[in-house]
C-alpha cells in the first residue's frame, strides 16, 4: 500500500519496505547510483531516493526527469544527508509518466504572473503546494468551529434573483438557442433568445445571506460556505469577480453577540494555522513575507480593540498623518485608514461599529439615532477588513420604509419581509472572504494566487 511522504518523514524508526509514488522534483547521477528528490504533495517536503546502478531497470533512469511520475518500493533508512532524517534506498522503481525537456516547471525561480498562466500546473511548486494545503485546512477548520457549536450547515443558492448587496454589480444569467449552422460560412453559433429561463431576470449570487436569514429563522444558528461573484471590474491585487465566503445567521442574536463570534472565529483559525500549518507558514516566513508569524500571533494573543466609527474618524484625523485617501464622515474606511488603526494607533486587531446608514445596505438595523446601523468591521494588520456583519432589520415598519429609501421593491422581497411579518426576533450574522482571509494567513499579496483557478475582469481561463 502507498505510503504519503508526510507519514514517511514522520516516521520514528525505519521500514524494511515502504511504497511511494510522487513526481520528481530533481535527479542527480553519479557513477554507481542516482539521487532523486521525489514529492507527492502532501507536504513540503521531498523523500530522497537513492536509486543504485545494480538495480533491475537502472538503464531506465534517463526518463527519470523533472516531472515525471515516479513509483519506488524500498528500505526506509536514516539519511546520512544533513537536514534529512530519512532517505528511501530503492529496490525497484517504475516511471508510471514520463515529462519531457519542455515540462515548464524546471528547478528555477518562476514569476506569479508565469505561473497564473499555467494555473493546471502550479500546484506542484512549494509555494502553492503550501497555500492550498493551508487552504484546506483552514477550511475543514471553518467547518469545525461552527459544527462544534450547533450551527446547521446550509446549501444557499447560487442563482438568485435577489440583490443582496444593492450595488447592481451582479453576473446575469441568460440562455442561449442550440448552435445553428451560419448561413454563409457553415460554422455554428449561439444565439442569445430574448425568453427568461426561469420568467424573470437571474443572477450569479453575491451573498447567501438573505436565504441563510430564512434558515435561520426556523434552526436557529446556520452558516453557508460556498462562490459567490460580483461583477465589478476591478484590477487590483484585493478583487476577484468568483470567490468564496463564510456567512453564518444567528436567531436571537444582537450585535454584540455577532461581533464576539467573529473575533471567535479569526483566533480560532489563526490559532488553527500556527498549530496546524507550521511547516507552510516556515515556508511563506522565509520566502514570502517575514514578518507573517509574528503578526498571526499578535492577532490570536491579543484582545481585539473595539470603537464606534464616529471615534475611528476622529482618531484618523487627529493622527497627523497625510493619507492617500481623505478621511471624511460618512465615507467608508480605506484600506491604508483601517491598517493605521490596527497596526499604529491600537496596536492589536480592532472592530469599528456603528457605520452611518448612508453608506450601508438596507438589511442592516437601524439604530435608535436613526443616522447610524448596528454593522461592524473587523480588521486586521496588513490586509485591513477581514469580516463585514450586522445586527439585521427585525422590524417590518423599518425594513420595508429602507428597501424603499434604496430603490428596491418590497414586492420583489415579499418572502424577505415575511421573516419580520411572522414570528419576527433579533437575529445578526457576518460575512468572510475566505482568499482575503487566506491572504491574511498566508502573507500571499494577490488574491489571484490563494484561489485555484482565479477568475478576474478579463481573465477567466481553465
Known amino acids: ?73 524500498g528500505h526506509l533508512v536514516a539519511s546520512l544527508g544533513q537536514g534529512q532524517k530519512w532517505e528511501i534506498q530503492a529496490t525497484t522503481f517504475r516511471v508510471i509518466g514520463t515529462a519531457p525537456d519542455d515540462y515548464p516547471l524546471q528547478k528555477k525561480g518562476h514569476s506569479p504572473e508565469f505561473l497564473r498562466s499555467i494555473a493546471h500546473l502550479r500546484p506542484r511548486t512549494n509555494l502553492f503546494g503550501c497555500v492550498f494545503r493551508v487552504r484546506s485546512r483552514m477550511a475543514w477548520s471553518i467547518h469545525r468551529f461552527f459544527q462544534d457549536r450547533g450551527f446547521v450547515y446550509v446549501h444557499t ?35 442569445q433568445t430574448d425568453a427568461e429561463f426561469f420568467g424573470r431576470p437571474a443572477y450569479l449570487t453575491v451573498s447567501g445571506q438573505l436565504e441563510g436569514e430564512s434558515f435561520a429563522c426556523g434552526l436557529g444558528d446556520i452558516y453557508t460556505f460556498g462562490p459567490t461573484f460580483r461583477a465589478e471590474n476591478s484590477h487590483t491585487a484585493r478583487h476577484a469577480a468568483e470567490f468564496w465566503m463564510v456567512e453564518p445567521e444567528m436567531a436571537f442574536c444582537d450585535l454584540e453577540g455577532d461581533i464576539a463570534l467573529a473575533e471567535e472565529l479569526v483566533v480560532h483559525l489563526v490559532r488553527e494555522a500556527l498549530e496546524h500549518c507550521a511547516e507552510d507558514l516556515d515556508f511563506f516566513q522565509r520566502f514570502v513575507d517575514k514578518q507573517l508569524v509574528e503578526r498571526l500571533r499578535f492577532v490570536a494573543e491579543r484582545p481585539f480593540a ?42 492589536s486587531p480592532v472592530t469599528v461599529r456603528d457605520y452611518p446608514a448612508a453608506i450601508k445596505p438596507f438589511y442592516m438595523r437601524r439604530n435608535d439615532d436613526r443616522n447610524t446601523v448596528a454593522a461592524f468591521d473587523l480588521l486586521a494588520p496588513r490586509v485591513g477588513e477581514l469580516i463585514g456583519g450586522s445586527q439585521r432589520e427585525e422590524r417590518l415598519e423599518v425594513l ?63
Not at 49 to 59: C, E, F, Q, S, V
Not at 163 to 177: I, K, P, S, W, Y
Request: contains cysteine; aromatic residues 10%; negative net charge.
Open 1 to 73: 500500500m502507498r505510503t504519503l511522504i508526510r507519514h514517511v518523514l514522520a516516521r520514528t524508526e525505519p521500514l524494511d519496505e515502504v511504497l511511494v509514488r510522487g513526481w520528481v522534483r530533481t535527479r542527480r547521477d553519479s557513477k554507481t547510483f542516482s539521487f532523486i528528490e521525489l514529492n507527492d504533495g502532501s507536504c513540503l517536503a521531498n523523500v530522497q531516493i537513492i536509486a543504485d546502478a545494480n538495480l533491475p531497470g537502472y538503464g531506465e533512469i534517463s526518463r527519470v526527469t523533472t516531472g515525471a511520475a515516479l513509483e519506488v518500493r
Open 157 to 191: 443558492p447560487i442563482i438568485t434573483t435577489s440583490d443582496c448587496e444593492g450595488a447592481g454589480e451582479m453576473f446575469r444569467l441568460v440562455t442561449e438557442a442550440p448552435e445553428q449552422p451560419a448561413a454563409s460560412s457553415g460554422t455554428t453559433r449561439s444565439v
Open 306 to 347: 473595539r470603537v464606534a466609527y464616529g471615534e475611528a474618524i476622529e482618531i484618523l484625523r487627529a493622527s497627523g498623518r497625510c493619507f492617500d485617501y481623505p478621511v471624511e464622515h460618512g465615507v467608508n474606511l480605506q484600506s491604508e485608514h483601517e491598517r493605521y488603526l490596527c497596526e499604529e494607533h491600537f496596536r
Open 400 to 462: 420595508t420604509e429602507t428597501m424603499l429609501a434604496h430603490g428596491l421593491s418590497p414586492e420583489d422581497y415579499g418572502w424577505y419581509l415575511d421573516l419580520r411579518r411572522y414570528g419576527s426576533m433579533p437575529h445578526a450574522g457576518f460575512g468572510l472572504g475566505f482568499e482575503r482571509f487566506l491572504m491574511f494567513v498566508t502573507g500571499v499579496a494577490n488574491i489571484r494566487d490563494v484561489i485555484p483557478f482565479p477568475r478576474t475582469a478579463g481573465q477567466a481561463e481553465f
